[in-house]
């Protein structure tokens, strides 16, 4: 449960994030204080797997220290690892901007699960098809939402609806984009507890029949 500290932070990130929809970190901040239940059930859940219980051991981060991004690079961008390096570089995106310490965790299971959740948000772009524009950022929270019903994701989805949805006039996306990928993610396998270091050199394609995961039509993301 929020304290009253808490719940004023989280307001005060939301009108921040309202005001400038680049200030990851304190969409970070709402993640955290938010997120804190959920991610018990999802601890739970990521455990049930062996390639989960493999990552809560491991505990690997996609960060500059861990991952070689110049092999990626080397990768044709019809794998897994190319399409997502270049996803990266394509948008001026670094993976340390994700692999940020958690503040507001005390749990060190929940808090790792949690920065993975940041790190490997640019793996599921990768997945989707998904840019980085700002109507894009709220596309992806639908489907993280399908995902893992995150407070963050429901929040980003409706503020982000109101500022870059409605407010930009994007009619494709709010009448079958949101939906979409709200069913794509729902409809996926689980992909928090996936070890993705291990598939970087797999076709993209049978990555996505591998977790039943579909891309998102570019046409309702315009």
Not at 107 to 132: C, E, I, K, S
Request: glycine share 8%; charged share 25%; hydrophobic share 40%.
């Amino acid at each position: 449960m929020m304290t009253l500290r808490e719940a004023g932070r989280v307001g005060l990130a939301v009108v921040r994030v309202m005001r400038d929809s680049e200030l990851t970190s304190e969409i970070h901040v709402t993640e955290e204080i938010t997120g804190r239940a959920r991610f018990g059930d999802i601890l739970r859940e990521v455990g049930q797997t062996q390639e989960g219980r493999d990552l809560l051991r491991d505990r690997p981060e996609l960060c500059s220290e861990q991952v070689d991004y110049e092999a990626l690079r080397a990768l044709t961008p019809d794998t897994l690892g190319g399409a997502y390096i270049r996803h990266l570089d394509d948008n001026g995106l670094t993976a340390d901007a994700q692999a940020t310490d958690t503040h507001w965790v005390p749990d060190p299971d929940m808090a790792y699960l949690m920065r993975r959740f940041r790190q490997t948000h640019d793996v599921w772009h990768a997945l989707t098809g998904l840019g980085t524009h700002g109507h894009e950022e709220v596309i992806i929270h639908a489907f993280s939402w399908g995902q893992l019903r995150l407070p963050v994701s429901a929040m980003v989805v409706f503020f982000g609806t109101l500022k870059h949805i409605l407010g930009e006039a994007r009619w494709p996306a709010l009448r079958h984009g949101l939906h979409e990928a709200y069913e794509n993610g729902r409809r996926a396998d689980n992909l928090l507890p996936v070890y993705w270091e291990r598939y970087w050199e797999e076709p993209m394609q049978s990555i996505r029949e591998r977790f039943a995961v579909r891309a998102c039509t570019p046409a309702y993301v315009t």
